[in-house]
Nanobody
Framework: VQLQASGGGLVQIGGSLRLSCAAS????????VGWFRQAPGKEREFVSA????????YYGDSVKGRFTISRDNAKNTVYLQMNSLEPEDTAVYYC?????????????????WGQGTQVTVSS
C-alpha cells in the first residue's frame, strides 16, 4: 500500500510545478484525494482536494486561483498543477487518500499518506 508523491523541486518566484501522486496496492478511484503541505516550524496546511470522480474540487484560500487539482483514475494518479509560485509556497507537499469519496479539508479525514515531496520557491 503506497502513495508516491513526486514532481517537487526548486523553482523561481512566479514559476510552475506539477506534482503527481501515484497509488499502488490500494483502491484509489473510489476515494477523494487531498494535498497538504507543511513548512518548517508550521502546522500542516490543507492545499486542495478532489472527489472520487474529479467532479468536485476544493482549495485552500492561499492557493485559490493559482493551483489546480485533477486526477486520472485509469492511471491511479492525482495531479497538482501549481502556477504563480510564491516563497510562501515553500513546503513539503503530501498527498493523501481520504477515508471516503467525499472531499475534506481536515487532515483527520485521510488515512493513507504519501512520503512527501519538497517544493522550494526561491526569491
Amino acid at each position: 500500500v503506497q502513495l508516491q508523491a513526486s514532481g517537487g523541486g526548486l523553482v523561481q518566484i512566479g514559476g510552475s510545478l506539477r506534482l503527481s501522486c501515484a497509488a499502488s496496492g490500494l483502491t484509489f478511484s473510489a476515494y477523494a484525494v487531498g494535498w497538504f503541505r507543511q513548512a518548517p516550524g508550521k502546522e500542516r496546511e490543507f492545499v486542495s482536494a478532489i472527489s472520487w470522480s474529479g467532479g468536485s474540487t476544493y482549495y485552500g484560500d492561499s492557493v485559490k486561483g493559482r493551483f489546480t487539482i485533477s486526477r486520472d483514475n485509469a492511471k491511479n494518479t492525482v495531479y497538482l498543477q501549481m502556477n504563480s509560485l510564491e516563497p510562501e509556497d515553500t513546503a513539503v507537499y503530501y498527498c493523501a487518500r481520504a477515508k471516503s469519496s467525499r472531499i475534506s479539508g481536515d487532515y483527520t479525514g485521510y488515512d493513507y499518506w504519501g512520503q512527501g515531496t519538497q517544493v522550494t520557491v526561491s526569491s
